[in-house]
């Protein structure tokens, strides 16, 4: 891949929530909409579709299922246990096809689908909308336990997305965790937050899938904490320290005498001439 490729593709994965399509559109202007550079985009979409925990209604279905690199099939091709359906997935377009049968094969078969019948629960307590997958991994020695929540406010110019992951190893009861969370803001401006908190916590290898749920909900919940927290310490110190809290006089402003000020005088500290 060629550096100005490596660089279109790198928009790509960098693209806010909700927004992946006004960048590809900003690429297709910059580039005139060559087919080449389309095409060579297709990894960048497999990768941020995957990574993002993209969300996608298959044909006929009301709720939507997750794409990511725990249920990813190959070729394109994705399942979702809950449905126990397969798909395919245009990573491009974001669009689902060809929906099929597909058994889950697992011998964690009970326990993912207790999950399935729990999550949700906690889920619907804690998110306006959200979208749960939960997949045998890694040569199924674990369960991964995904959830993704996006609010999308293009109106008001601000989008948000909150992505967990919960690798659940049934042998030593071990739970490794990963809360990410990504807002963006650009109204007159250009803000973005993006947070990461990882976690390795653990349970009996015999816990059930009541036991996983409660400690997915003390997690997010003590997670969600912390945000508050620092949210409200960067308002009262480091943002607050960025304004300038009185006129260079170094006096405050008697509001209800503006319209007498003379502005480069009384207010900017200027010497009148």
Do not use: C
């Not at 042998?171 to 908190?197: F, M, P, Q, W």
């Amino acid at each position: 891949m060629t550096s100005s490729s490596s660089a279109i593709a790198s928009f790509v994965e960098a693209a806010p929530p909700g927004e992946l399509q006004n960048v590809v559109a900003a690429i297709k202007s910059l580039t005139g909409e060559d087919p080449k550079t389309t095409s060579s985009l297709d990894p960048a979409f497999e990768r941020y579709n995957e990574e993002q925990f993209t969300t996608v209604k298959l044909p006929g279905a009301s709720e939507s299922v997750i794409v990511s690199s725990y249920n990813a099939l190959g070729g394109g091709r994705y399942y979702d246990a809950q449905s126990q359906s397969s798909f395919n997935f245009e990573h491009g377009s974001q669009k689902a096809s060809d929906v099929q049968t597909h058994s889950l094969e697992s011998n964690h078969a009970d326990l993912i689908k207790s999950l399935l019948k729990s999550v949700p629960g906690q889920v619907q307590e804690h998110y306006p909308s959200a979208t749960l997958g939960v997949f045998p991994t890694e040569n199924d020695t674990k369960i991964a336990i995904l959830i993704v929540a996006n609010k999308y406010s293009p109106n008001n110019f601000w989008n948000g997305r909150w992505r967990s992951t919960y690798l659940y190893n049934p042998s030593s009861g071990a739970l490794d965790v990963n809360i990410k969370v990504d807002v963006h803001y650009y109204e007159d401006g250009n803000v973005r937050l993006l947070t990461e908190r990882p976690a390795s916590l653990s349970l009996s290898s015999s816990a059930s899938a009541a036991d996983i749920v409660k400690q997915i909900a003390v997690t997010e919940k003590k997670y969600q904490e912390d945000l508050n927290r620092a949210f409200g310490t960067l308002n009262e110190g480091a943002f607050k320290g960025l304004r300038r809290q009185l006129p260079i006089t170094r006096q405050k402003i008697e509001w209800d005498k503006i319209s007498g000020y003379r502005l480069g005088q009384d207010i900017g500290g200027g010497r009148s001439k």
